[in-house]
């Protein structure tokens, strides 16, 4: 099948709370993990409020339905992926590796040095795929303010520090 990536419509955002759910059961399988799949998600506010304001894209079948979504925010020379979910019936199939090959392409025209994230350590779905994609743990003592944060925030959240890292590709 063919998938497409475009910037995210307002009128897509009942498909993402879908994905986002969906995406947040596949942690059912890792016990420490689990309660993220009874998680709240992003609501529909939050949607519409990052469309306007980030970098917003939705990776679409041949009859523009989503099935995956990244949202993404300048920081300083980097591009911050703040968050990218793939429907549980689509993934283990190279969408959210396109949908990431998108956005470092994207950031890569458009004069970022670099690509962001935070993810989990442990889980197969996260740094290692990261990894195989060229992106690279950040020492705890290099980190940037932003990325600072957004692990904090994490933790507050409810998982625990150890369990989470942030990672950069370098592209310039």
Known sequence: MTYSVRAINPL????LVEIEKSAAQAFLYIPELAWIAKSPVLSA???LELIANVYSFVIVN???QPVGFLYA???GQDFY????DVHLDFQKQGIGRQLIEYAIDYAQQYGFVSVSLTTFVNVAWNRPFYEKLGFQMINQCDLPLYLQ????????FGFSR???CAMRLTIQ
Do not use: G, P, W
Not at 81 to 84: F, G, S, V
């Open 149 to 156: 944060n957004a692990l904090n925030n994490e933790v507050a």
């Open 12 to 15: 897509d955002i009942e498909k």
């Open 81 to 84: 992926i703040i968050e990218m």
């Open 73 to 75: 925010q300048k920081q």
């Open 162 to 164: 150890e369990s989470r």
């Open 62 to 64: 041949a009859q523009d």
């Open 45 to 47: 506010d939050t949607h």
